[in-house]
């Protein structure tokens, strides 16, 4: 997200720190951003190919899993992967309350019912031990989400699901090149959904998204969902979907995917930064991270009570911040229809009152980190 024209409103003293700024990305990979799309345009082939076999390949290579399927979006990966299983209307799958509602909506998208599961606190994350009470004889799967790039806890999500046989589907959306137990996400459920979205730690120049996982039947079925149902041209054996990812933000993405573990590693830095200058903050809640856990820190987001006045200093101080999420999914419009009131699921309401996400990307720099770790550090000292 660049964000030049909110500049107008800070004070001219300070330079400005944005949330994100995209535009860098380009800058530092402009020769070979360029040289794939002059490989692509002079390809003559727009639509599957091999550009995106190559960059599924090597994507799967990089989650290690089996098979990649490029797809449009992460919302479309997620519901190509519960169509692909054959979850649909009668059904129900258990969703973590606290989430971007793209994961509830691909729920709904499939047929079925989303089931919220509170979160931890510390980790923003689906809560295991509260799975085995939202298991119904209609639940079919479970949907781990990491959350601004944090691992949910896998293994112990992983146990309750096998309790009652329910598929482990991976909502990796944030989380491109995190770890678990040395193993990297993507790889730890049945199947993972990606997005591409331009400002993912994997960020595309457009919308677009990617089904990975070892079980060859599953992917055959999201092949065919994905391009109009067809196994092959005009043999169409399911009611599919036009759900492709196209050989230029391939191309596009194979660019950025080399990179990506050097700028994972970047944000990780900043992270650390973050969490030593903040730890004693009174008032500022940081993110725990469990010893299993290497984070790919999409977004670094902390805890206060006073959110809205903190902001608005770290605005006054040209510092801008986000908020994800100020609206739980069971309190939208969207979802008004399921019946939750205020308070139905306090766990995510409290962090919906309460999470602020700080700058984070891999072009942002050490004076910057420091500013907004000073800045906060002087909110509390002023106390407002």
């Not at 700028?263 to 500022?284: D, E, F, K, M, Q």
């Not at 993110?287 to 902001?311: A, C, G, K, N």
């Not at 984070?360 to 907004?372: F, I, K, W, Y």
């Amino acid at each position: 997200m660049t964000t030049s024209s909110s500049s107008s409103i800070l004070p001219a003293k300070r330079p400005w720190v944005p949330f994100l700024d995209l535009s860098q990305t380009y800058v530092e990979l402009k020769p070979q951003l360029d040289a794939a799309y002059q490989r692509v345009m002079s390809s003559g082939r727009y639509i599957l190919g091999e550009e995106l076999e190559a960059f599924e390949s090597e994507f799967a290579a990089f989650c290690g899993t089996r098979f990649c399927a490029g797809v449009a979006n992460g919302l479309e990966a997620l519901v190509l992967i519960l169509r692909a299983y054959g979850i649909g209307p009668g059904h129900e799958v258990l969703v973590p309350s606290n989430t971007f509602i793209a994961t509830w909506l691909a729920v709904t998208h499939a047929g079925a019912v989303p089931v919220p599961v509170e979160p931890l606190e510390g980790t923003f994350n689906i809560d295991p031990g509260q799975i085995d009470a939202a298991v119904t004889p209609r639940t079919r799967a479970v949907i781990a989400v990491h959350l601004y790039g944090q691992p949910a806890g896998i293994d112990a999500i992983g146990e309750a699901a096998g309790r009652h046989g329910l598929r482990v589907i991976e909502d990796a959306a944030q989380a491109h090149g995190a770890r678990w137990n040395n193993r990297t996400v993507g790889s730890l459920g049945d199947a993972a959904a990606f997005s591409f979205y331009p400002a993912k730690n994997l960020g595309a120049y457009g919308d677009a998204g990617a089904v990975v996982s070892d079980d060859s039947d599953l992917m055959a079925r999201v092949r065919r969902l994905r391009n109009y149902g067809a196994a092959a041209k005009f043999d169409h054996d399911l009611v599919g979907f036009n759900s492709r990812l196209d050989p230029l933000q391939a191309a596009f993405l194979r660019v950025r995917l080399s990179c990506l573990q050097e700028w994972n590693s970047r944000r990780a830095s900043i992270a650390c930064t973050y969490l030593r200058g903040l730890s004693s903050v009174h008032g500022c809640i940081l993110p725990q991270v469990p010893p299993s856990d290497e984070p790919s820190w999409h977004l670094f987001v902390i805890r206060h009570r006073e959110r809205e006045l903190l902001r608005e200093w770290l605005l006054h101080e040209g510092i801008e911040t986000l908020i994800h999420y100020p609206i739980p999914p069971h309190l939208s419009g969207a979802y008004s229809h399921l019946g939750y009131l205020p308070g139905a699921l306090p766990t995510a309401e409290k962090l919906a009152d309460e999470v602020l996400s700080l700058p984070m990307g891999p072009h942002l720099d050490g004076a910057s980190v420091d500013r907004v770790v000073q800045a906060i550090a002087a909110y509390e000292v002023s106390g407002e």
